[in-house]
T-cell receptor, first 110, second 114 residues
Framework: AQSVTQPDIHITVSEGASLELRCNYSYGATPYLFWYVQSPGQGLQLLLKYFSGDTLVQGIKGFEAEFKRSQSSFNLRKPSVHWSDAAEYFCAVGFNDMRFGAGTRLTVKP | SQTIHQWPATLVQPVGSPLSLECTVEGTSNPNLYWYRQAAGRGLQLLFYSVGIGQISSEVPQNLSASRPQDRQFILSSKKLLLSDSGFYLC?????????????FGEGSWLTVV
């Protein structure tokens, strides 16, 4: 069955530190891959997406993600986290059926 | 430009009462349409998606149903609400597969079943 997993429910990092959020999926073929961010009381905003081509994709707000077919992963990274990055992050995969992971809540320490 | 409207924004309903949440999309044709539920700490659960009028795929065998009477209209319904139906419901749309299928969300509807 198709599924998407975000293994980390909650991550805390210090401001200025690097960040990696994990996403793994199980699909019959390589699906479309997305990362969204949701700030408290806000809707979901698209950070980046992967359809094909270069496996390292750049997004907004300094985020990037790398698609690794062999690991069925699409991890989100940022070299230096800002306090404003504190939010909930969702990985999404699929074709017509877009499925979301359970989310990873990011806390940024001053 | 494309816009998505979802209503009502908040709803408090007693157990056993019916439900109707409505969503419309403007500025695009033949979109994929979705209903998601976001429960606290549980991420976004795909409930239904539709690739065309009258075509509904159900992901969860619960007391909810969805209908697409028009190309850009998607309705989430229930005949009898349960307490467990409480949550944040999000309608979304996308351009169909082949154009990337990026999902765009409505502002959501808070449902509290009491």
């Amino acid at each position: 069955a198709q599924s998407v997993t975000q293994p980390d429910i909650h991550i805390t990092v210090s401001e200025g530190a690097s960040l990696e959020l994990r996403c793994n999926y199980s699909y019959g073929a390589t699906p479309y891959l997305f990362w969204y961010v949701q700030s408290p009381g806000q809707g979901l905003q698209l950070l980046l997406k992967y359809f094909s081509g270069d496996t390292l994709v750049q997004g907004i707000k300094g985020f990037e993600a790398e698609f690794k077919r062999s690991q069925s992963s699409f991890n989100l990274r940022k070299p230096s986290v800002h306090w404003s990055d504190a939010a909930e992050y969702f990985c999404a995969v699929g074709f017509n059926d877009m499925r979301f992971g359970a989310g990873t809540r990011l806390t940024v320490k001053p | 430009s494309q816009t998505i409207h979802q209503w009502p924004a908040t709803l408090v309903q007693p157990v056993g009462s019916p439900l109707s949440l409505e969503c419309t999309v403007e500025g695009t044709s033949n979109p994929n349409l979705y209903w998601y539920r976001q429960a606290a700490g549980r991420g976004l659960q795909l409930l239904f998606y539709s690739v065309g009028i009258g075509q509904i795929s159900s992901e969860v065998p619960q007391n909810l149903s969805a209908s697409r009477p028009q190309d850009r209209q998607f309705i989430l319904s229930s005949k009898k609400l349960l307490l467990s139906d409480s949550g944040f419901y999000l309608c979304a749309w996308s351009v169909p597969v082949g154009s990337g299928n990026t999902i765009y969300f409505g502002e959501g509807s808070w449902l509290t079943v009491v």
